[in-house]
């Protein structure tokens, strides 16, 4: 991918577009491999389990999702380009009876009330100046007893990263909190660090927390 500034870059990891959406979305699912499959680790689906993926890109990490047997996946995107490129993976993937993209934002799931039993965002709450009006969104969705993982940069090492300037950070204890005022209960926490190239080109240490919480 030509290298974008540091704003252009910014925008386009808050919602791919145009010419440059479908390198964004390349780009992105190199540089957030680790920390996906660590957040699926957590997130454990489970034969027949219905998975809601928020801000998903171009859905590549939808087949490690699935590999419970009849597990199904909707992703909900902001991006219409991600939507696309999705729904285009999702087909080469032969998964178009199992898995589904839609345009959306996770403000307002299109989706029914208690019909999730797992969902999960994976650098997407950057993007949520507020973390309640999405995580009661996510409460509505889910069953009782369904599962939500979040995996997030660490707000210090997020500070480093000059394209994140504009992104709202949020610290390991206001997510907690957040979760609990939602109505769930956090019942794992992981630190996950790797040394990476990032989305601008650049190799640093990178730092993650992953959450795994229960809808009460
Ligand atoms: C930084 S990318 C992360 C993509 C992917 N989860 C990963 O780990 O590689 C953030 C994605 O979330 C999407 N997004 C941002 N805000 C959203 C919202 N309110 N609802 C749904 N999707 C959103 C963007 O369009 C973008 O594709």
Redesign the pocket.
């Known amino acids: 991918m030509t290298m974008l500034d540091a704003s252009t870059l910014a925008a386009q990891?808050?919602?791919?577009h145009g010419e440059a959406a479908l390198a964004v979305?390349e780009s992105?699912?190199r540089?957030?491999?680790g920390?996906?499959r660590a957040a699926i680790s957590l997130l454990a689906v489970a034969p027949g389990e219905q998975v809601l993926?928020?801000?998903?890109?171009?859905a590549?990490?939808a087949p490690q999702l699935l590999q419970a047997p009849g597990s199904q996946y909707l992703g909900?995107?902001?991006?219409a380009a991600?939507v696309d490129a999705g729904t285009q993976r999702l087909a080469n993937a032969g998964l178009v009876d199992r898995a589904a993209m839609r345009l959306?934002?996770?403000?307002a799931l299109p989706v029914d009330a208690a019909c999730m039993d797992a969902a999960l965002?994976?650098?997407?709450l950057?993007?949520?100046p507020n973390l309640a009006p999405?995580l009661d969104e996510l409460a509505r969705a889910l069953r009782p007893g369904g599962r939500l993982c979040l995996?997030f940069g660490d707000a210090g090492f997020m500070r480093s990263l000059p394209f994140a300037a504009d992104f709202q950070l949020h610290d390991l204890d206001a997510v907690e909190l957040a979760l609990r005022a939602a109505g769930f209960d956090v019942s794992a926490w992981r630190s996950h660090r790797e040394s990476a190239i990032g989305?601008d080109g650049q190799s640093r240490e990178k730092h993650f927390h992953l959450l795994l919480a229960h809808r009460r």
């Open positions: 990891l808050r919602r791919p979305g992105m699912n540089s957030n491999d920390l996906n993926e928020i801000g998903p890109g171009n590549a990490f909900i995107e902001l991006s991600m959306g934002d996770a403000h965002a994976v650098n997407t950057y993007f949520w999405v995996a989305n």
